[in-house]
């Protein structure tokens, strides 16, 4: 079965420098969610999206900013990078269906900030 | 504000033996869903089992169940017959549902399985 793709898995930063993660969610499925892992934390919710509509904000920092696109595909781009943004993140998608359905998480993106 | 609890930092199981991990949470609504996700060394985040908090029924998946007390808000994952493959971070997660669907986690309990 197909399963949440995010590119890249690995990302090398300055400080000061911009990323883009990107996170290509399951066929069919319409709702995008970023979370942020901390080294030996547990995941943060930053945003989600709704049929390419903003439906939560989290923790995420105004450095931050997200988007769906029209084909439901996610991109997180982070400017200004800080030594503290390095960290695990996460994409994960859902079907909603008019009720919870489950999340399901891609691999990572693991970005180090130097 | 829902919160999730784990109690226990690391948690130890002799292979083909029986293990469960707690988990607390805190919540006002009456309507809402629970999780178990198992991220082993590879940092993946794998779903284990789901529960929905309108059902009495405690949900099962294999070898992983679960021991869903409501009023108590409580919600234990068991392991049965223990795998080597099964020593990971183990993560409680809340969801509300609806437009605010996402997961609040627990701090996790690291599980290590002994041969």
């Known amino acids: 079965a197909a399963g949440v793709i995010q590119s890249p898995r690995h990302l090398i930063k300055e400080k000061r420098e911009t990323a883009t993660l990107k996170c290509y969610p399951i066929p069919r499925h319409d709702t995008v969610y970023w979370y942020q892992q901390g080294p030996g934390q547990d995941p943060q919710f930053l945003i989600s999206?709704?049929?390419?509509?903003?439906?939560d904000k989290g923790s995420i920092p105004d450095r931050f900013s997200a988007q769906q696109f029209s084909d439901y595909h996610s991109e997180l781009n982070m400017s200004s990078l800080e030594l503290g943004d390095s960290a695990l993140y996460f994409c994960a998608s859902s079907r909603t269906s008019g009720v919870t359905d489950t999340q399901y998480f891609g691999p990572g993106t693991r970005l180090t900030v130097l | 504000a829902q919160t999730v609890t784990q109690s226990q930092p690391e948690m130890s199981v002799q292979e083909a033996e029986t293990v469960t991990l707690s988990c607390t949470y805190d919540t006002s609504e009456s309507d809402y869903y629970l999780f178990w996700y198992k991220q082993p060394p590879s940092r993946q985040m794998i779903l284990v089992i789901r529960q929905e908090a309108y059902k009495q029924q405690n949900a099962t998946e294999n070898r992983f169940s679960v021991n869903f007390q409501k009023a108590a808000k409580s919600f234990s994952l068991k392991i049965s017959d223990s795998q080597l493959g099964d020593a990971a971070m183990y993560f409680c997660a809340y969801s509300y549902g609806g437009a605010t669907n996402k997961l609040i986690f627990g701090t996790g309990t690291l599980l290590a399985v002994q041969p």
């Open positions: 999206f709704y049929e390419k509509m903003q439906s």
